[in-house]
């Protein structure tokens, strides 16, 4: 069912169509590198020249300086030029690789679990390092040596045959077919030899996200060293194949050597005889082993361009599907905000991708609006998916969730989104100032507007003790902050928002039940009149709740208010008088 987007790309229209976007910075380029070429093949003709004046004895005095200031003026112009072509390429491949980067994070950023659960996060990120930079170089680099390579190749051919003696031409460029037909070898070992490098440097860059995400876990077990020798071998491994790699494209240069070793022993003997026959003049042959050693460059661009595509191809194979991955979740609804309503699931059923068991089967539940729903039940009965499918994280299989009568599908995603307050079991912290965090989703809030939302969550006492308040930086880069007072950032975050429907997926598992009574009569009272789900282990934080499910393997077993259920005498009564009890046993 899964298929792309769009067409399938080559690295070739890719680079294609950038370069017909950008033509005007290539167009220079190019005509920049046409002087180079055109001047630098004139300097052997202007040098043969010299030679036969000096050595016929008309060249002398003013007339020799004129000559050689000449050749310095056309030195330095090719300097030029040469620096100003390289200047407005790469400034035009920076811009694909800024693209390309861009359109790989939009393209992330559709994405939902059920993609990241599938890819992995180092892996990721050496696609848009790596992998970007070689797609970039094969749009850069490879593309304007190819062109000037080219280039001079045509003109050196060109003077050589026409400038000096096609006999001699002809004979000198024999070995050339031999060489042509090593390179296609050569490259296409290259091209599998990247594409391995590029795999293995994905495989280390997960192993290092993971291993430094994990360290304090792997230190815990003392996993150190198992770890250190695992990065060992894979290190290994990437090393080896990006060595495999270049050594393959050192294959390159000795064909190259061999080829004009070949060309230059043909060149003497054959010119040799024609200078002594009288056809050729000593400058002229002296002209003709210099256009052989230009054609070193054209040659060592070729093999050089091969391997740039090479990479370049390899690395597109692994950015390209990635950049072609339809978005987990499609956004096709138009309605641009969700009305107040009733909240409905009609006989919903959900299996996670690659599992049989149902995660929700056949769910129907009926919130009206204001209303607040508990969603209690045995660890892996389903609670956390009820909220993944409202918040479109994944589509239900079967049946239909309606927000305000319509299908959650006909909002657009954004607008759904936005009408709903989420704080997960796992809430994530940025590396921020706790004011920061709390205002993430409303940038605009006063420091009075965090601080009451933070006095709602009953963060504020413990953000005072902090050194810095509320500018205190937390996460990766700053104070790690208990679980509890995650959770309540979390809340204070959810809470500054003042969306119309707030869901807490055991949102309060970190904090003592006295706290979280308090936060939940909070909540009562600022939310009052808004609707709210709030999945839980603890029934307690639920027990005030308009109507609670109680979930079993994905199935509703039991529903009712609080003395509803418990005068049903299942699950929930049974599960209420355990938690009282130790309740009152932690009390005692
Ligand atoms: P808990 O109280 O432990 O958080 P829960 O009631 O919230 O549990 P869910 O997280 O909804 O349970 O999980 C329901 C079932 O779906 C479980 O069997 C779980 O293993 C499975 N499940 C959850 N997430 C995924 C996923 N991303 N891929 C595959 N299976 C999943």
């Known amino acids: 069912m899964r298929k792309s987007v769009l067409p399938k790309q080559s690295i070739y229209q890719l680079i294609g169509s950038f370069v017909l976007r950008h033509w005007r910075a290539y167009v220079l380029s190019a005509l920049m590198l046409v002087g180079v070429a055109a001047l630098t093949v004139w300097v052997p003709r202007e040098v043969g020249r010299i030679v036969d004046g000096l050595v016929g004895g008309q060249l002398r005095g003013a007339g020799l300086w004129r000559e050689l200031v000449t050749l310095v003026t056309m030195g330095v112009a090719i300097y030029l030029l040469r620096v100003g072509w390289r200047l407005q390429l790469f400034a035009a491949a920076y811009r694909l690789g800024v693209e390309l980067r861009t359109r790989l994070y939009a393209r992330l950023a559709t994405q939902g679990p059920p993609f990241f659960q599938r890819?992995?996060?180092?892996?990721?990120?050496?696609?848009?390092?790596?992998?970007?930079?070689?797609?970039?170089?094969?749009?850069?680099?490879?593309?304007?040596?190819?062109?000037?390579?080219?280039?001079?190749?045509?003109?050196?051919?060109?003077?050589?045959?026409?400038?000096?003696?096609?006999?001699?031409?002809?004979?000198?460029?024999?070995?050339?077919?031999?060489?042509?037909?090593?390179?296609?070898?050569?490259?296409?070992?290259?091209?599998?030899?990247?594409?391995?490098?590029?795999?293995?440097?994905?495989?280390?860059?997960?192993?290092?996200?993971?291993?430094?995400?994990?360290?304090?876990?792997?230190?815990?077990?003392?996993?150190?060293?198992?770890?250190?020798?695992?990065?060992?071998?894979?290190?290994?491994?990437?090393?080896?194949?990006?060595?495999?790699?270049?050594?393959?494209?050192?294959?390159?240069?000795?064909?190259?050597?061999?080829?004009?070793?070949?060309?230059?022993?043909?060149?003497?003997?054959?010119?040799?005889?024609?200078?002594?026959?009288?056809?050729?003049?000593?400058?002229?042959?002296?002209?003709?082993?210099?256009?052989?050693?230009?054609?070193?460059?054209?040659?060592?661009?070729?093999?050089?361009?091969?391997?740039?595509?090479?990479?370049?191809?390899?690395?597109?194979?692994?950015?390209?599907p990635v950049l072609n991955e339809p978005p987990s979740i499609e956004d096709r609804g138009t309605i641009e905000s969700v009305p107040a309503g009733p909240l409905a699931f009609e006989s919903v059923s959900f299996s996670y991708p690659g599992r049989s068991a149902p995660a929700l089967d056949l769910v129907s539940i009926e919130l009206a609006p204001g209303q607040s729903l508990g969603v209690v039940g045995p660890t892996g009965a389903g609670k956390s998916t009820l909220l993944n499918l409202l918040l479109r994280h994944y589509a239900p299989d079967q049946g239909c969730i309606r927000w305000a009568g319509r299908p959650i599908e006909q909002y657009r995603l954004s607008a759904l989104r936005a009408a709903i307050a989420w704080v997960p079991q796992e809430p994530f912290l940025f590396s921020a100032s706790i004011t920061q965090n709390i205002a993430l989703a409303r940038a605009e809030a006063s420091r009075a507007e965090v601080e009451q939302a933070a006095r709602l969550a009953d963060l504020h006492h413990d953000v005072r003790r902090f050194a810095d308040g509320y500018e205190t930086v937390v996460g990766e880069r700053g104070v790690t902050l208990s679980g509890g007072q995650r959770q309540r950032v979390a809340i204070a975050r959810a809470l500054l928002t003042d969306r119309p429907l707030l869901l807490l997926d055991d949102a309060l598992s970190a904090v003592d039940t006295a706290t979280e009574a308090r936060i939940l009569e909070h909540l009562r009272a600022a939310r009052a009149g808004r609707t709210a789900i709030i999945a839980s282990h603890r029934l307690s934080a639920l027990a005030d709740a308009d109507q609670i499910v109680v979930l079993k393997a994905g199935r509703i077993v039991e529903r009712g208010t609080h003395d509803e259920l418990l005068a049903q005498g299942g699950w929930y009564a049974a599960q209420w008088r355990y938690q009282q009890l130790e309740e009152s046993l932690n009390a005692a």
């Open 119 to 320: 890819s992995r996060t180092g892996d990721l990120m050496a696609r848009a390092t790596n992998d970007v930079d070689a797609v970039e170089m094969a749009a850069g680099e490879a593309f304007l040596a190819g062109f000037d390579g080219t280039l001079t190749l045509v003109l050196v051919v060109a003077m050589m045959t026409l400038g000096v003696d096609w006999r001699l031409a002809l004979v000198a460029l024999l070995p050339f077919p031999v060489m042509a037909w090593s390179f296609w070898v050569i490259s296409r070992r290259v091209h599998d030899a990247w594409r391995q490098s590029l795999d293995r440097f994905s495989a280390l860059n997960d192993h290092v996200q993971e291993t430094v995400a994990g360290v304090r876990t792997l230190r815990a077990l003392g996993l150190e060293p198992r770890a250190g020798k695992e990065f060992g071998t894979r290190t290994e491994a990437a090393a080896a194949a990006g060595l495999a790699a270049l050594k393959w494209e050192a294959a390159y240069e000795p064909a190259v050597g061999l080829t004009l070793s070949a060309a230059t022993v043909l060149t003497l003997g054959m010119g040799g005889y024609f200078v002594w026959q009288g056809q050729l003049s000593v400058g002229q042959l002296t002209a003709f082993t210099m256009y052989l050693g230009q054609l070193i460059w054209p040659m060592f661009a070729m093999g050089w361009v091969l391997s740039l595509l090479e990479r370049g191809r390899a690395a597109w194979a692994r950015l390209e």
